[in-house]
């Protein structure tokens, strides 16, 4: 399977912050829906990781929150401040200037996470409930926040522990001796 290329689809401003390397073996993860400027890879089983749902895997994603996303996300938080803060020194509903990068790096964060979220669907994976399966951003997501422009997508790495969904993975068809067909999950 060919890497996908980033080039061109992320604009040239986030260079400011260099992505943490692709880590050294793995086993690429086909993705069950689009989801483009996502790759993901299976690191391998996590030792004494239990889930209910199947074997727990290390998985490694490299991934870009689109521009459109943070937008969207940075006007539905700069409306609720407005709505709900209250600023020494500024009229109610107002927002300061020196308020817009924590707004910018809160929208950025969100985007972020919405889009591990987006991946995890996407690759027909499920989830680790609690810490177990808690998705660790690689980059400095503070950094990415202070160098982030408005309109900007932003590419991130990051590693989480997951299982295959069972519902989500394709089905493989096996005919019998009789001639009946069998459809079971994937094993992975």
């Known amino acids: 399977m060919s890497k996908p290329s980033f080039s061109g689809r992320v604009p040239l401003s986030l260079n400011a912050v260099e992505l943490i390397p692709e880590p050294e073996g793995g086993e690429d993860v086909t993705a069950q829906q689009t989801l483009e400027g ?9 030792e004494g990781a239990k889930s209910d749902d199947g074997t727990v895997y290390n998985f490694w994603i490299t991934a870009t ?3 459109a996303l ?3 996300l940075n006007t539905q938080v700069l409306k609720d401040a407005a709505k709900q803060a209250d600023f020494p020194g500024f009229r109610k509903g107002q927002v300061p200037p020196y308020a817009m990068p924590q707004i910018r790096g809160f929208a950025v964060q969100e985007g972020i996470i919405q889009t591990c979220q987006s991946v995890v669907t996407a690759y027909g994976l ?3 409930p ?3 399966g808690e998705v660790e951003v690689l980059e400095n997501i503070p950094e990415i926040a202070k160098s982030f422009k408005l309109g900007d997508s932003v590419q ?6 997951a299982v295959f969904d069972p ?13 009946v067909v069998d459809v079971e999950a ?3």
């Open 65 to 67: 929150a689109e521009a």
């Open 186 to 188: 994937e094993a992975v």
């Open 156 to 161: 991130f790495t990051a590693t989480f522990k």
């Open 167 to 179: 519902e989500k993975q394709p089905k493989v068809e096996e005919e019998t001796e009789d001639g």
């Open 126 to 128: 499920k989830s680790i």
């Open 38 to 46: 996502s790759r993901v890879k299976n690191m391998g089983e996590v």
């Open 70 to 72: 943070i937008k969207k």
């Open 130 to 132: 609690g810490s177990d």
